[in-house]
């Protein structure tokens, strides 16, 4: 009963710091992690344990998805060369880097061990990238970059964090074997998830029934997960690769009412998985720094500032040296300071490098305890929350200080361009299927269908046709007037002039209507 009350609170705490997050204009992430850290602090809390396999089983996978799933793969192979440079070279040069650092400052500190802390803190956070990046307006490319990047790296990460915690444990290492490692797990996990994504595209279009068909959907990324962790692949990159095919194949595989009603599903699921890593996350302050009160307070200081400032300097070595020098070589135009500063601020760490801090082992092969777990832990924490609420609270301010261009990718025209083909293309089927099935042409009800589709085409025959300020009055006009309806209707059913089922026929209905009119640009 303690644990389904503990769960009662968090959802309570999410619902209300999720309402704040609103208000201040700061992402959610950062104020659930502030949160759960005074959370913590308070006195007569109990300490809240997060479970590695928790995070790595049912966080990470649901989330990695859904991120995938809505990035369209076209846009990833844009930037699939600066991805894979950051999300494999980029993570090497942290585990290498942090590494070197702490080895250098934490005395008796072994290289296996302090090599096992910079591959937690290598990957930047898919998690937390998505969450923030919707409190800012980057361009696209660059927003391309940084999410992809945070997609895929953690399998770098992760494959140098087995290695070196193997190495702790045995006190062997070999090259050859982390090199064959890491090329059969990358490339056994892309090649699983392209094979698990086309069975469950071809799986998921034969459907009919709409609750197993949703289902199925909240199951893809347990299925491509499980899959790759019994074959002993990248289990992250078999998710990714899952979520991009299938969010290439859903328009194919699903009904209207279906993607709408699993989208939201999934939007609701999202937060709510987000909500709880994230306070979790904050809750484990209290019972970390109990581990580590055996360290002098001066030292802990300082190992927590070099562990939190070096994979930052590490990630603006790499943008404004290796990135240039890469361009030249390649003969590529150079990326401007702007989105080379942004990029490297924007590298956040998240809750699957506290998961793999807290799954490291207790004890080594001879049965002693693993060397200097506690600090591996703490130093973690503090990357993480340095972070979060360094770079993440800050991040908006310095893109808005910044100033970049706006994007001219000429999209507007385009979507004006789409829209006035789809419209023309209603109108050319209507006429064809009304003279298929021999319906006059004074028909009604063909006279309202064609005037619908027409007044569409004529709006889009050009930019000029209608102005936004205009437009957004009549929108608001429509919506008012379904909030009166609305208003009827209830008074209605208090009457007892309709009975229920008609009630919540005619009201969805009109949320459908809204739903139409406030989630799509004028047309």
Not at 451 to 467: E, F, G, M, Q, T
């Amino acid at each position: 009963m303690q644990q389904v009350e503990l769960i009662v609170a968090m959802l309570a705490v999410i619902g209300i710091v999720g309402a704040l997050a609103q208000r201040v204009k700061v992402a959610l992430p950062i104020l659930l992690v502030i949160t759960g850290m005074f959370i913590s602090l308070l006195p007569n809390i109990p300490a809240v344990k997060l479970e590695p396999d928790v995070v790595f089983f049912i966080f990470l996978p649901p989330l990695l998805y859904l991120d995938a799933f809505n990035t369209p793969w076209k846009e990833l192979k844009n930037v699939a060369e600066t991805v894979s440079l950051a999300a494999v070279g980029l993570v090497l040069v942290t585990v290498f880097a942090v590494g070197a650092a702490v080895h250098a400052i934490v005395p008796g500190m072994p290289w296996s061990v302090a090599m096992a802390l910079g591959a937690i803190v290598s990957p930047t956070d898919a998690v937390a990238a998505s969450a923030i990046s919707k409190e800012v307006q980057l361009p696209k490319r660059l927003m391309d970059i940084i999410k992809g990047e945070s997609l895929v790296n953690d399998a770098t990460g992760l494959v140098a964090y087995q290695f070196a915690v193997a190495a702790t444990l045995t006190g062997a290492f070999s090259w050859y074997e982390a090199g064959t490692r890491f090329l059969y797990v990358a490339f056994g996990g892309v090649a699983l998830g392209l094979l698990i994504g086309w069975i469950l595209a071809k799986l998921r279009t034969g459907l009919q029934n709409r609750p197993v068909e949703i289902v199925s959907s909240l199951l893809s990324p347990f299925i491509a997960y499980l899959t790759a962790e019994h074959l002993h692949v990248s289990s992250v990159l078999s998710v990714v690769t899952a979520g991009l095919l299938l969010g290439w194949r859903g328009p194919r595989m699903h009904t209207s009412l279906t993607r709408l009603q699993t989208a939201a599903n999934w939007e609701t699921i999202a937060y709510v998985l987000n909500g709880f890593s994230f306070l979790l996350m904050g809750l484990q302050l209290r019972p970390i720094l109990e581990t580590v009160k055996i360290y002098p307070p001066q030292q802990l200081i300082l190992w927590t500032a070099v562990a939190a400032l070096a994979p930052i300097l590490i990630r603006f070595v790499w943008s404004f040296f290796f990135t240039p020098v890469y361009k030249f070589l390649r003969k590529d135009k150079q990326a401007s300071w702007k989105h080379l500063f942004v990029f490297s601020w924007a590298g956040m760490r998240g809750v699957v490098s506290l998961a793999a801090a807290l799954a490291l082992p207790l004890t080594d092969s001879a049965g002693q305890p693993f060397p200097y777990r506690d600090l591996l832990v703490f130093l973690t924490v503090a990357v993480i929350g340095s972070t979060l609420l360094l770079q993440g609270l800050t991040l908006p301010i310095i893109v808005k200080r910044v100033g970049f261009e706006p994007d001219n990718d000429n999209s507007e025209e385009k979507e004006r361009q789409a829209r006035l083909f789809l419209s023309r293309e209603g109108v050319r089927k209507i006429d064809e299927l009304a003279r298929d099935n021999n319906i006059a042409v004074d028909d009604p009800h063909l006279q309202k269908i064609l005037s619908k589709h027409l007044n569409r085409v004529i709006s889009h025959i050009s930019p000029s046709a209608y102005d936004a300020e205009h437009d957004q009055m009549w929108l608001s006009i429509q919506v008012r007037a379904l909030d009166a309806q609305r208003k009827v209707l209830i008074a209605m059913r208090e009457k007892n002039e309709i009975d229920e089922a008609t009630f919540r026929l005619l009201q969805n209905e009109l949320d459908f209507e809204q739903a139409h009119l406030e989630g799509k640009t004028p047309d």
